[in-house]
């Protein structure tokens, strides 16, 4: 069994930046992909950043220049820099791991049945 844990969320105002936290870690493996998702009241939970098992990072095109991912604490963690924050990035944000090495081509996008494992969410909340 893999546990992902999360950390870093709060509350910001528009235009601030918060570093978002994770990591993944099992018994029996070291090996995984791993994303950010983000869900807001009412809608469907949505690929924030990710990184494949080839290393290659991928950003959902609303974050673009804004958002950066890292693994500088090793490829079973995925931080999330979060700049230019805006009231549109509220949502709960979790990080997703699996075992399986996922890539992510031009035209792909992360999708939450991807993933086995899951983080039990964090909180981000901006104020104008």
């Known amino acids: 069994e893999v546990q992902v844990v999360e950390s870093g969320g709060g509350s910001v105002q528009s235009g601030g930046s918060l570093r978002l936290s994770c990591a993944a870690s099992?018994?029996?493996?070291?090996?995984?992909?791993m994303a950010w998702f983000r869900q807001a009241g009412g809608k469907e939970r949505e690929g924030v950043a990710a990184?494949?098992?080839?290393?290659?990072?991928w950003y959902a095109d609303s974050v673009k220049g804004r958002f950066a991912i890292s693994q500088d604490n090793g490829a079973d963690t995925l931080d999330l820099q979060m700049n230019d924050l805006k009231p549109e990035d509220a949502a709960v944000y979790y990080c997703a791991a699996s075992t399986r090495p996922l890539r992510y081509l031009q035209g792909a996008i992360p999708r939450p049945a991807y993933y086995s494992y899951w983080g039990q969410g964090t909180q981000v909340s901006i104020s104008s």
């Open positions: 099992s018994d029996t493996t070291t090996s995984y992909s």
């Open positions: 990184v494949g098992g080839d290393g290659q990072p």
